[in-house]
């Protein structure tokens, strides 16, 4: 019954709400890390011109890819639709947070989807780091992650953009 509360069906990796939480008690334990907020680019597109069936494959396919790149301690889910999250615990650095970009990237360009006929799939990443302050709180973050997400939508292909304080929308 826990594991059906925690983890999104279609995709087997954990759903917004534990997800979510597991992420808020590593703020609230000061576990400094990268929150990172993944849209699938044209979507919409992918489940109209193919079908919800292929939709859902493109959407599982990307899960298993997000779980390649990920360590056992990172925090994986799928905040719902075409929308995921990751929380990198311990990457306080931006070359480390490039570097796993360029890996995430490099992983999802060799990714194959017989269903959508050899069309790209792209996605767009925004980013926020968390220091291990006291007193931050999971949806300050989440707000500053969308404005960089938001950002990276602007860019055709793979994007990324972390947030750092002055940006504005």
Known sequence: MKQLAE????????????????????????????????????????????????????????????????????????????????????????????????????TLDSMSIPEIKGEHVYISLGAVFYDGTEGVKFDDLYRQADIALYRSKGTKGYSANIYNGGERI
Do not use: W
């Not at 590593?26 to 849209?39: T, Y």
């Not at 494959?57 to 995921?84: K, M, N, Y």
């Open 7 to 106: 983890i999104d069906r279609m995709t087997g990796i954990r759903n917004r709400g534990s997800g979510e939480q597991e992420i808020m008690y590593a703020i609230e334990r000061g576990e400094s890390g990268l929150l990172c907020l993944i849209d699938c680019d044209k979507f919409k597109n992918i489940n109209d011109v193919y079908g919800h069936i292929a939709g859902d494959v493109v959407l599982v396919t990307l899960a298993e890819h997000f779980q390649d790149v990920c360590r056992d301690s990172d925090i994986l889910l799928r905040l719902g639709g075409d929308e995921f999250a990751i929380y990198l615990k311990g990457v306080q650095k931006e070359e480390q947070a490039l570097i796993f970009f360029r890996r995430l990237f490099k």
